[in-house]
């Protein structure tokens, strides 16, 4: 079956943009994550949704971080005044309920100019 | 909050050799250690995991062994093929809010 799609596959902004990153988890999956990762490091950990709520969002690095889940499936991950330091690759995951095995997508490539 | 070190940073086997990567982790509580392999450009794939009430677990050439008391976990794989080479990282997580927390990844190199 279709695996964690993420879309744009990279996106380029100037810095101040806003910018939307989507995620579409598979198919039944009720948990969701975000995670960020920078270049030769391990991902880290932004927030968790179980459903339509972000159960957990203690990753989230200040107020200009904020994602949504409206319908329990498809997220967006919505970052406002980027910075050149919110460069990365921001990851979805998803899960289906009761496990804890996380699924990957390929990733968003963001580069802030 | 929890930690975990990954050694070594690169690594590099000769084909047909074993490759072995550590992790420790800092939170008695974490209870389920997953491993994945990230390819350039892609997405982290999940290759195997272990729950802290297993000491071992083995599939075909990987095999992932966790000593609780130590507070460590290890991948090993055997026969290493040129398809390995990849980065791979190892995760901690705890029931109670499935968020892992990675190492910062092995990058395995195999030598033809």
């Known amino acids: 079956g279709a695996g964690v799609s993420q879309t744009p596959s990279n996106k380029v902004t100037e810095k101040g943009k806003y910018v939307e990153l989507r995620c579409d988890p598979i198919?039944?999956?009720?948990?969701l994550y975000w995670y960020r990762q920078s270049l030769g490091q391990g991902p880290e950990f932004l927030i968790y949704?179980?459903?339509?709520?972000?159960?957990?969002d203690s990753g989230l690095p200040n107020d200009r971080f904020f994602a949504v889940r409206p319908e329990g499936s498809v997220s967006t991950l919505k970052i406002q005044r980027t910075e050149r330091g919110d460069s990365a690759v921001y990851l979805c995951?998803?899960?289906?309920?009761?496990?804890?095995?996380?699924?990957f997508g390929p990733g968003t490539r963001l580069l802030v100019l | 909050g929890e930690n975990v070190e990954q050694h070594p940073s690169t690594l590099s086997v000769q084909e047909g050799d074993s490759a072995v990567i550590k992790c420790t982790y800092s939170?008695?509580?974490?209870?389920?250690f997953p491993w994945y392999k990230q390819e350039l450009g892609k997405g982290p794939q999940l290759i195997i995991d272990?729950?802290?009430n297993v000491g071992e677990k083995k599939d075909q050439r990987i095999a992932v062994t966790l000593n609780k008391t130590a507070k460590h976990f290890s991948l090993h794989i055997t026969e290493t093929q040129p398809e390995d080479s990849a980065v791979y990282f190892c995760?901690?997580?705890?029931?109670?809010?499935?968020?892992?927390?990675w190492g910062a990844g092995t990058k395995l190199i195999i030598k033809p």
């Open positions: 198919s039944g999956h009720t948990a």
């Open positions: 272990i729950r802290s």
């Open positions: 995951a998803s899960s289906p309920t009761g496990s804890e095995t996380q699924y």
């Open positions: 949704f179980q459903g339509t709520g972000a159960a957990d």
């Open positions: 995760a901690a997580s705890r029931d109670s809010n499935y968020q892992l927390i």
């Open positions: 939170d008695s509580a974490s209870n389920y």
